[in-house]
């Protein structure tokens, strides 16, 4: 279902059209893009591991697939994806040896919508094409976006830089695990490096951290090193 631009808050038509987004969104465009980056081995460690990946993000849906590859050769690769209200992660190693398989349980949902939210400067015609998205503002710099019902409903705060753009991302309560207990902790995403790219202001720098006892630890950083859009 087409949700027209119409019926949002005045703030989020501003913000799509500030991003480059035409009135409506492109609905049919799936998002498509690469990553270079270092993710740490696990919370607390000194260790980082570097990573290439490969995403694809739904306008009109909440959906998405991530796949990366880490380690030597790239020999533990990675899936983490959500489609048709299910939610995905999975690590194998060689490309057929499981090493994790992650429960599909309402907190691992609950985690992959908030991923979803978080990245949409990625996918900013999700921004005005994706119905199930609900939306307030909360200030003059911050918009409050929520998808889902019941214990797996998910909501971020995106706050705004001095551009309107989308600065950072904030879950207060983003589950870590996906079984009991869920751990759920304050969430946090940061984009930089904006640029004009095929009619679209886009981020080409991002982090994500979590913030654990008062105190931020970066786990992820990353760089697009290619992005587009297809029907």
């Known amino acids: 279902m087409h949700c027209s631009a119409d ?4 703030a989020v038509r501003d913000l799509g059209m500030r991003l480059g987004v035409p009135p409506g969104g492109s ?6 893009l690469t990553q270079a980056g270092h993710m740490k081995r696990q919370l607390g460690s000194p260790s980082w591991m570097a990573f290439t990946a490969r995403q694809t ?5 909440c959906a ?20 048709d209200g299910q939610a995905r992660l999975d690590v194998m190693a060689l490309g057929f040896i499981p090493l994790a398989r992650t429960a599909p349980t309402a907190a691992l949902l609950r985690g992959e919508r908030m991923r979803y939210l978080a990245e949409l400067a990625w996918a900013p015609d999700a921004i005005l ?39 950072s991302t904030f879950a207060a309560d983003r589950p870590r695990a996906a079984v009991e207990p869920t ?25 994500v951290a979590w913030v ?6 970066v786990y992820w950083r990353g760089a697009l090193t290619s992005w587009s859009m297809a029907a």
Do not use: K, Q
């Not at 019926?7 to 005045?10: C, N, Q």
């Not at 654990?212 to 630890?217: A, F, K, S, T, V």
């Open 183 to 207: 751990l759920p902790t304050p969430w946090r995403g940061r984009f930089s490096d904006y640029r004009l790219h095929l009619g679209r202001w886009l981020p080409f720098a991002g982090e």
């Open 27 to 32: 609905e049919e465009a799936i998002v498509t």
């Open 129 to 167: 094409a994706n119905a199930d998205l609900r939306w307030r503002g909360d200030g003059p710099d911050r918009l409050v976006v929520r998808t889902g019902d019941g214990p797996a409903a998910a909501e971020i705060t995106m706050t705004l830089d001095g551009d309107g753009r989308i600065a």
């Open 64 to 83: 998405f697939e991530w796949r990366a590859r880490f380690g030597p050769l790239g020999s533990i690769s990675v899936c983490d994806a959500l489609a």
């Open 7 to 10: 019926d949002l808050p005045a």
């Open 57 to 61: 993000i739904a306008p009109t849906t």
């Open 212 to 217: 654990i006892d008062g105190r931020e630890e």
